[in-house]
């Protein structure tokens, strides 16, 4: 038995070493060459529109609020300035997202997006992307980059297609820190031991993002509060959760596994949802010795047996907003697709790990 886990856990490193880190290595590559035109289309915006500053910085060999969604697909977070007249209302009645509301008292004309505050005193989040949908249409047509990008139409999302091959998402957003939304107060679950509590104390700073995109909990229901709605997104906390023993590692191969395998009709499957399956596994596994890298082939293969569950139940529940379903409006017949390969490959790696060599 030891000798088949230690088997699995040789050829996974070797996998991880040659596969994953190449993969790593295309995709750095790739973003670098992403958020020049970027940073030209919003360096354009700016000039139009001061409240729209760019916050696509590097960071230690990172871009802060750019997330990687698979291969060709990024989304960039454009944080933007002054929440601070606002209440942030989240009162569950829209899974997965939340409103801002004038605070008590509080002017309309004190606020910086003045003009995107309704008649009942709710920050419009679609108003803004409105708005911003145009300033970027308009800076495509100005940046240096014009001959290579342009506007993905037909939908209310501010997105980018750059040398016909990469899609980039631009989201207006507001970083929340020093608070928690009450939609997440039940985490950490208290018979759980992991996190420790100073890891929970620095995940809760962390705090959340309000993203101005569709969502899609509220996908053909149409509501007042909808075009008001500001959907919750967790990246920051999400990352520091996984930071300690093979859990980067041990999602760098699930990433990889995604790419090259389950990148199927009807995209049932991202990269986070492999994140969120990580997170899970980690409150199954709460010992830190769980998460030794003698380990990392019995966690890769609980989080794919877990997968096939979610998959054939057609629900995967959000890590801190267990009521918001990650699968929600996939077509059914993508999911059983996918959990038919997820099983070929986690059957293909349990039985014979030596086939990581061609997967």
């Known amino acids: 038995m030891i000798a088949a886990q230690a088997k699995l856990v040789y050829h996974l490193n070797k996998y991880y070493n040659e596969k994953c880190q190449s993969r790593k290595a295309a995709i750095s590559k790739t973003i670098r060459e992403v958020c020049k035109v970027v940073s030209d289309v919003l360096k354009e915006v700016e000039v139009q529109e001061p409240r ?21 697909e990024f989304e960039v977070v454009l944080y933007l300035n002054q929440m ?10 829209l899974p997965g997202c939340a409103v801002l509301k004038l605070s008590d008292g509080r002017k309309r004309s004190m606020s910086l997006w003045v003009e995107f505050i309704t008649a009942s005193g709710y920050l419009s989040a679609r108003k803004i992307r409105s708005r911003f949908q145009t300033l970027v249409a308009q800076a495509v047509d100005k940046c240096s980059y014009r001959d290579v990008v342009k506007m993905v139409a037909d939908t209310s999302e501010v ?19 020093g608070i928690w939304p009450r939609s997440a107060a039940h985490w950490p679950l208290p018979h759980i031991p992991w996190p420790g509590p100073n890891r929970v104390a620095e995940v809760k700073a962390e705090g959340f993002n309000l993203l101005s995109k569709e969502c899609y ?22 990352n520091r959760l996984l930071l300690g ?9 699930l990433k990889t596994l ?12 991202n990269n986070y949802h492999m994140k969120t399956l990580v997170s899970y596994e980690c409150e199954k596994h709460p010992r830190e010795s769980d998460w030794d890298e003698n380990c990392l082939g019995d966690r890769l293969n609980g989080i794919l047996l877990q ?10 529940p959000h890590y801190f907003l267990p009521n918001l379903d990650l699968f929600q409006g ?18 293909e790696i349990l039985t014979n790990p030596k086939s990581l060599e061609k997967l």
């Open 307 to 316: 997968l096939i569950s979610c998959l054939q139940c057609r629900r995967c």
């Open 258 to 269: 995604r790419d090259r395998h389950l990148e199927l009709p009807g995209q049932p499957l």
């Open 84 to 93: 601070g007249v606002f209440n942030f209302v989240d009162d569950g009645s």
């Open 245 to 253: 023993g093979c859990r980067k590692k041990c999602l760098s191969v």
């Open 330 to 347: 996939k077509p059914h017949s993508a999911l059983e697709n996918a959990a038919k390969q997820t099983w070929r490959l986690a059957r």
């Open 52 to 72: 729209f500053i760019s916050s696509l910085n590097e960071m230690e060999n990172r871009f802060e609020g750019l997330e990687v969604v698979s291969p060709t």
């Open 159 to 177: 997105k980018l297609r750059i040398r016909d091959r990469y899609v980039v998402q631009i989201t207006p957003a507001f970083k929340c820190t």
């Open 217 to 238: 909990s509220l996908n053909g229901k149409q509501s007042s509060a909808e075009s008001d709605a500001w959907v919750l997104q967790f990246a920051e906390a999400e």
